[in-house]
């Protein structure tokens, strides 16, 4: 049944992706490059995400305040080097590209060779991560 949720819920979001636009790497770049003809609607999906989400996290609260269950919790709240260098990073693949993960998952159908050779880089560099990390992480303790 979880299985079954998490289908629907993954094709709902990349639908959702497809009929806002999202998936077209120009909309996107159309967003982020304020030097041309800017194009707003990338606000109004992000905003169409976001309120809904908060009424969800307020109302897993109030449920949490009667229940006692956990919500789980980012462990590190910190603004730190990984956490910035990680943004700049995402942020400047988002607009050379125009993809981020989940459009670049949706868009494996229709984009072609193109939106396969971002998929599979993603893909190379969501498993190097942790290696890497794991390598900064021992030189910065030995140092």
């Known amino acids: 049944m979880r299985f079954l949720i998490a289908a629907l819920s993954g094709g709902l979001f990349g639908a959702g992706l497809f009929l806002s636009g999202m998936t077209n790497p120009a909309k996107v770049q159309g967003f982020l490059d304020l030097s041309r003809a800017w194009d707003p609607t990338l606000v109004f999906v992000m905003g169409g995400a976001l309120l809904p989400m908060a009424i969800a996290w307020r109302l897993a609260y109030g449920r949490t305040a009667l229940t006692g269950a956990e919500i789980m919790q980012p462990q590190n709240a910190q603004l730190d080097q990984k956490l910035v260098i990680g943004s700049l990073c995402f942020g400047v693949g988002w607009g050379?590209?125009?993809?981020?993960?989940?459009?670049?998952?949706?868009?494996?159908?229709?984009?072609?060779?193109?939106?396969?050779?971002?998929?599979?880089?993603?893909?190379v560099g969501m498993v190097l991560h942790p290696k890497l990390a794991m390598q900064l992480d021992q030189k910065a303790a030995n140092a």
Not at 97 to 121: D, K, Y
Request: with cysteine; net charge neutral.
């Open 96 to 123: 050379l590209v125009g993809l981020c993960p989940g459009p670049a998952i949706a868009s494996l159908s229709f984009q072609g060779v193109s939106g396969a050779i971002f998929f599979i880089a993603m893909i």
